[in-house]
């Protein structure tokens, strides 16, 4: 193989075309970049076997339709965002998905993304320390799954424009999140008390009601931006949200 060495392979923003078969890229590839072409059809499922060191995977704004089941130990980042990935994801553990590693997860815009957040998800991102997932626009459903709570790794977590709904249990979160986004959900009743470690909150544009939740003391609280707007929370403002030094943006515009 006449490129045996080759690490890394960028072939982003072209006017590339038709179908991918990683079988034909050198085992020693670390970071691939495909992002910004026309490539369509499947992408082998068994990356684990053919690019066995493979750390960062870019495969964004494609026509890709299906997704990579086995992933190496060595991968840390996929984004796989602005694609027509096709699957139910409730069936994600069915598939027998393993993300191993991989820390970095970014599925969105691919609204034929259907199905339940599945109650398995829990255990998949713990198992792997994953700390970002990016679902937004998809059109994944039902509710937030407690088992989240258990992943301990997760910094971030974007649901925002899907089809999750229902209430919010602070159960479900998971305890060290740094940026959730949940906006343009139909979620509804009182948000819960957040982790202390929250810096950023996107809830604008839901249903929610009642009072402003927690950040924790003003002491310790991380929080630096609220998006609340379009709501329906209301009431007065908690008189020791000055208090709160590092917050940098406040939004409660268009709500009650």
């Known amino acids: 193989n006449e490129f045996k060495l080759l690490n890394k392979i960028d072939l982003s923003f072209n ?12 085992t020693a590839v670390t970071d691939l970049n495909l992002s910004y072409n026309n490539f369509t059809g499947y992408v082998l499922l068994n990356f684990a076997t053919i690019l066995p060191v493979i750390q960062i995977v870019n ?7 299906n997704i990579i089941t086995s992933y190496p130990a060595t991968m840390t980042k996929m984004d796989f965002s602005y694609n027509q990935l096709s699957f139910d994801f409730g069936r994600i553990a ?37 700390q970002y ?53 139909n979620m509804e009743g009182s948000l819960p008390d957040l982790p202390p470690s929250l810096q950023v909150l996107d809830a604008s544009y839901t249903s929610f009601s009642g009072r402003l939740p927690s950040f924790g003391s003003p002491q310790t609280s991380q929080i630096r931006q609220l998006h609340l707007r379009h709501t329906n929370l209301n009431g007065t403002l908690p008189s020791s949200l000055p208090s709160y030094l590092k917050l940098e943006v406040v939004d409660f515009s268009f709500s009650e």
């Open 15 to 26: 006017s590339l075309y038709g179908t991918v078969d990683p079988i034909y890229l050198p």
């Open 59 to 65: 495969l964004s704004h494609n026509s890709f339709t």
């Open 94 to 130: 069915v598939f027998g998905i393993e993300f191993n590693n991989v820390q970095h997860i970014d599925w969105s815009h691919n609204t034929k993304i259907s199905g339940r957040v599945p109650e398995e998800i829990g255990q998949l991102l713990a198992q792997s320390n994953t």
């Open 133 to 185: 997932i990016d679902l937004s626009h998809t059109s994944i459903n039902e509710t937030f799954p407690p088992s989240l709570s258990n992943v301990y790794s997760l910094l971030h977590l974007d649901f925002s424009h899907t089809y999750v709904n229902g209430f919010l249990p602070g159960s479900s979160l998971p305890p060290n999140l740094v940026t959730l986004n949940i906006s343009h959900l």
